[in-house]
């Protein structure tokens, strides 16, 4: 049977959107890698599916699964999606916050136009079990052993595990065999997405993010929020920051501690075909 899907994107951070309100997703890890193949397939950064809701408190659920066929719990760019996804369907008007699923807990939204959405990340956890993190007691930086230098890094999770690495230069040819060594490194259990965050002003960094599953992206907005969160809990940065990313820039607002913290940016359609190979 064919299966239908929208192609969307998040600054460049790019979906396969598919419509399971009346028909559960049932797809193989196999079947997803080769949706995800950009010369043989589709081509996506994740796949994200669309879902009744399976609390009474929220309006519908959405799955997330990484190019590698992976599950995910996350994802900041595919959530502004689906409710941009939703709004187009009509089951979202502009302006109107709803409360929608994900495989790590609810979030909320709010369309501001066609192609803008804010949403509601929730509070960041920097506590390492729950990220998780082999690393006892919570810090603001750690030491990290990796590819044979000794590391600083911030840990946090968003949903997902991130590690965020402070830098100077972003083109540093290091980065690309750092990227990967720190997103598999054995303290992290789950695996790690791993942010190289650049300071230009106590509003304003650039960012590179290294994905699980998926690998280096154009955008990772579980990132952009995550990158603010450690600077903000160390005081580097401002309560709103621009985030810039080589897909676009986000712009993520968070007070600190015991405050929510909310993620704005765009949401792109692209295309909308059939997947004729499920």
């Known amino acids: 049977m064919a299966l239908r899907f929208t192609k969307m994107h998040g600054s460049g951070n790019d979906f396969a959107v598919i419509d399971s309100r009346d028909a559960a997703l049932d797809l193989s890890a196999a079947t997803i890698r080769a949706m995800a193949d950009r010369h043989t397939g589709i081509g996506f950064d994740q796949l994200l599916s669309v879902e009744p809701a399976r609390d009474g408190a929220s309006a519908f659920y959405y799955g997330i699964w990484n190019a590698d066929g992976s599950p995910s719990g996350q ?8 409710a941009a996804w939703l709004h187009r369907a009509g089951a979202l008007a502009l302006g109107q916050t709803v409360q929608i699923q994900s495989p790590s807990g609810p979030v909320a ?18 506590e390492p079990a729950r990220i998780p993190f082999d690393a006892g007691q919570f810090a603001s930086r750690y030491a990290l052993d990796v590819a044979g230098q000794q590391l600083e890094i911030g840990a946090v999770s968003m949903g997902n595990p991130h590690a965020v690495v402070v830098v100077d230069d972003l083109a540093a040819a290091a980065l690309e065999q750092l990227g990967p060594a720190i997103t598999a490194h054995p303290r992290f259990a789950a695996g790690v997405n791993t942010g190289f965050v650049r300071k230009l002003g106590q509003g304003h960094v650039q960012l ?24 903000r809990q ?15 820039s986000l712009q993520i607002d968070w007070n600190g501690p015991g405050e929510r913290l909310w993620m704005t940016g765009p949401a792109a359609f692209v295309f909308a075909g059939e997947w004729l190979d499920s």
């Open 75 to 82: 994802c900041g760019n595919g959530v502004r999606c689906v």
């Open 234 to 248: 160390r005081s580097e940065v401002a309560a709103q920051v621009q985030v810039d990313l080589p897909g676009g």
């Open 109 to 126: 939204v709010r369309v501001l136009d066609a192609q803008r959405v804010t949403v509601d990340m929730g509070e960041p956890v920097f």
């Open 208 to 231: 590179q993010v290294h994905e699980r599953g998926s690998g280096w992206t154009l955008a990772c907005g579980t990132g952009a929020c995550a990158a603010m969160a450690v600077l």
